[in-house]
């Protein structure tokens, strides 16, 4: 258990659709970031959150946006869902913002788009 | 810009040989490495982490890498593979831009462990 909650564990929806997963760092860490996972692009980086506020965006679509609350969980929000959107996404924390610190990963929110 | 290549998509070892997954890294600065596991429905955990120091990294379940920056490579191993060790494994780097943290992972490798 690597302490990252993440809900919901499945979301089946349709094109067109508005989403929002969650995500409950570990115990203490103040950066979120959020990863998308999918067959043909493999794991990329969508965006980091540190302590409420953006600190990098990745491969992030305009249609996606993400937010960090001071109770330091985060959601990200999906809209106009597409086809291609359906992905494994993921949500990983860590105490600050150290290179050398290593991220650790919730269990991911599976999304399927109809 | 940093990027990771992971050599072989799919490895298929027996059970009781050596494990050797390759990683190759590009970084303009010294890297910060890590190796993940994912196991089938669910998410990323970490197996080991280079960051400064000794070069041999030793992880969770018997696993160890080495740090060589002449190669810029940070192939895992583990001398002996159990049927347990079957999942897809990913190697990466940390990259940074000002106070932003992101990790580059490569395309990752599915281990078999054949009985």
């Known amino acids: 258990d690597s302490g990252v909650t993440q809900t919901p564990k499945h979301l089946i929806t349709a094109t067109g659709q508005r989403v929002t997963l969650r995500c409950s760092p570990r115990?203490?860490?103040?950066?979120v970031y959020w990863y998308q996972q999918s067959l043909d692009q493999g794991l990329q980086f969508l965006i980091h959150y540190y302590n409420g506020e953006e600190r990098a965006k990745g491969n992030i679509l305009e249609r996606f946006s993400a937010q960090q609350f001071p109770d330091l969980h985060s959601e990200l929000n999906l809209s106009s869902l597409e086809l291609g959107d359906s992905a494994l996404y993921f949500c990983?924390?860590?105490?600050?913002?150290?290179?050398?610190?290593?991220?650790?990963f919730g269990d991911g929110t599976r999304l399927s788009i109809l | 810009a940093q990027s990771v290549t992971q050599l072989g998509s799919h490895v298929s070892v027996s059970e009781g040989a050596l494990v050797l997954l390759r990683c190759n890294y590009s970084?303009?600065?010294?890297?910060?490495l890590f190796w993940y596991v994912q196991y089938p429905n669910q998410g990323l955990q970490l197996l080991l982490k280079?960051?400064?120091?000794?070069?041999l990294v030793k992880g969770i379940n018997g696993f160890e890498a080495e740090f060589k920056k002449s190669e810029t490579s940070f192939h895992l191993t583990k001398p002996s593979a159990h049927m347990s060790d079957a999942a897809e494994y990913f190697c990466?780097?940390?990259?940074?831009?000002?106070?932003?943290?992101?990790?580059?992972f490569g395309s990752g490798t599915q281990l078999t462990v054949l009985p």
């Open positions: 280079y960051t400064t120091g000794a070069t």
């Open positions: 990983a924390s860590s105490p600050s913002t150290g290179n050398n610190q290593p991220q650790h």
């Open positions: 970084s303009s600065v010294p890297p910060y």
């Open positions: 115990s203490g860490d103040l950066s």
């Open positions: 990466a780097v940390s990259s940074s831009s000002g106070s932003a943290r992101q990790l580059t």
